[in-house]
């Protein structure tokens, strides 16, 4: 009977865990109820785990608080998703339970499983049970049960712990009606079962491949950009200016505008407020924009930048990179920055034309992580630093790299889409102060509608709508929309089934999957369709995503 255990034994297990774990990822990323072709679930807890698997593994004979420092930063900062980041958190609290003990019994155990569970609830706003929580939450109760029983041999523990906690699993598509019809349990749950089950697999003496991989990956955005040839920029010249408007400039006048600019180029974002007018736009004849909005007023903050010749100096620049780390030019200071969490060139262009000071590579096909979130805001030279997740699943991984910073002040706008990101960053008004901004932004964002077109990666059945592989599917804010075999149908489904008669404009974003012509061939239908909404169609460039449509 083993009663005890130390730092050394705890490292094998933490390690088989992060093993077993990332041996069934994509096994858990095929239990998700949205059968949408993203790294997910077991994708997110894998990356979240090896971040400290691989700090723990470069160990050679910790003592159990330099383990637990290890276990709970490498998690803390590696955490991606929801799913990463209450990973992170359980194994955070199990930790400051443990860190002081020279070894651990079914006592501590049970204590550290409640902190655990503890630490885990709290980081989430909005709790839900039928999730990893629950399951954690299953394992807890068993582990205290088993105390007060007086059980004090170590394999029995983790043997009747694991087994409830099974249970607790197989009961969450009961919790969880949307699970019940997908047919699959928890994702998230079943990531942690696997970690418990690789942890006692080390603790009964198995066998197990304990080495650790680099963790790397390369993100879908900056392959399809460093290949991108010269040729492939179809408009040269990135534009962008403040009209000082002296002349009246109503709805009317701006969509003219608009429409000129669409007619010379593309990425094109056009911010009216009040006596000014922002403008970005990507032509091969910057004199041409320029010319017409000279007939507004006078311009100001001019900026045009050759987008060929910096992709020449981009390859050249890759290969100094390395030898210039740390030797960066000092970025001015200011009171306050823009960090957004977007994916596709003309998405990235458009929040740099509305004034993002750093841009994260990231969202549905890779979850950035905390430590994504920790190296942006050190790039921002600012106070205040206004954070936009742009996706519901990366909202706590802001927010955990929010609390581990104490020298800037930090706000998470708890943006669930791009769309709603854009939103956000044209309501920032520099004269108000930062909690109105906050307190403005999160008004305006829950005025935004979005809706998203992807394609299936399985069969399943979602809110009693049969998917087949290979379909396209119309997901909106709160479910699915549409379905279908013909991608443009399922896209005009899907705003048919966002719309209502209080909306007034649609922005509809094409992917880098969706010919211009087709993208064109849509507005011109939704158009039709809404005589009475302005419809904006611009080039998003997403992956996986063919378009992201957004009313409001």
Request: charged share 25%; glycine share 8%; with cysteine.
């Amino acid at each position: 009977m083993v009663n005890t255990i130390d730092a050394k034994l705890l490292s094998k297990m933490f390690l088989a865990g992060a093993k077993n774990l990332e041996s069934k990822k994509e096994w858990i990323n095929d239990l998700n109820v949205f059968p949408v072709p993203d790294g997910d679930t077991g994708t997110n807890m894998t990356l979240t785990i090896m971040s400290a698997a691989k700090e723990v593994s470069g160990m050679d004979d910790p003592d159990m608080l330099s383990l637990c420092k290890a276990i709970s930063s490498g998690s803390l900062r590696g955490a991606r998703g929801n799913s990463g980041v209450i990973l992170s958190q359980l194994f955070r609290g199990f930790t400051k339970v443990i860190r002081e003990k020279d070894e651990l019994t079914v006592p501590v155990l049970a204590d550290a499983f409640d902190k655990a569970v503890e630490t885990a609830y709290k980081a989430v706003m909005k709790p839900k049970e039928g999730t990893i929580l629950t399951v954690a939450k299953g394992a807890a109760e068993k582990a205290r049960e088993l105390t007060n029983d007086g059980c004090e041999d170590l394999s029995c523990f983790f043997d009747e712990v694991i087994k409830y906690a099974d249970e607790v699993l197989l009961k969450t598509p009961e919790m969880l009606p949307v699970l019940k019809q997908a047919g699959v349990v928890d994702s998230g749950g079943q990531g942690l079962m696997q970690v418990l089950k690789g942890a006692y697999d080390a603790f009964l003496g198995k066998e197990i491949d304990l080495s650790i991989p680099e963790v790397t990956h390369v993100k879908p955005t900056q392959m399809s950009m460093d290949a991108q040839a010269e040729a492939d920029i179809k408009f040269g010249y990135c534009t962008e200016f403040i009209i000082m408007l002296t002349r009246n400039f109503n709805i009317k006048q701006e969509i003219d505008f608009k429409e000129y600019l669409e007619s010379i180029g593309d990425s094109i974002v056009v911010v009216a407020d009040d006596d000014v007018v922002k403008v970005h736009v990507h032509t091969n004849d910057p004199g041409l924009a320029i010319q017409k909005a000279l007939k507004y007023g006078a311009l100001s903050n001019m900026k045009i930048d050759n987008m060929r010749l910096e992709h020449q100096e981009k390859l050249f620049k890759m290969e100094e990179t390395a030898k210039q780390q740390g030797a960066e030019e000092e970025i001015p200071h200011k009171d306050t920055g823009f960090i957004a969490v977007s994916v596709g060139d003309g998405i990235n262009e458009i929040f740099k034309g509305l004034g993002v000071d750093y841009i994260i590579e990231g969202g549905q096909t890779m979850n950035p992580s905390t430590e994504d979130m920790l190296n942006a805001i050190d790039k921002v030279n600012a106070d205040t630093i206004f954070i936009l997740p742009n996706n519901k699943n990366i909202i706590l991984a802001a927010n955990q790299a929010k609390a581990m910073v104490d020298d800037k002040n930090i706000i998470v706008i708890p943006t669930k889409t791009v769309p709603q990101g854009i939103t956000a960053v044209i309501n920032y008004v520099p004269d108000l102060s930062a909690e109105d901004n906050e307190e403005t932004m999160n008004g305006e964002i829950s005025n935004v509608r979005t809706g998203q077109v992807t394609y299936a990666v399985r069969d399943t059945v979602i809110e009693d709508k049969e998917i087949r592989q290979g379909d396209y599917m119309g997901i909106g804010d709160k479910g699915i929309l549409s379905v279908g075999a013909d991608v443009a149908d399922v896209t005009f489904e899907m705003i048919r089934n966002m719309m209502d008669d209080s909306l007034e404009l649609i922005s509809i974003y094409y992917g880098s999957d969706v010919e211009e012509a087709d993208a064109e061939e849509l507005k011109k239908k939704v158009e039709e369709t809404y005589p009475s909404c302005d419809v904006e169609l611009q080039f998003g460039g997403q992956p996986i995503y063919y378009y992201i449509v957004s009313a409001e």
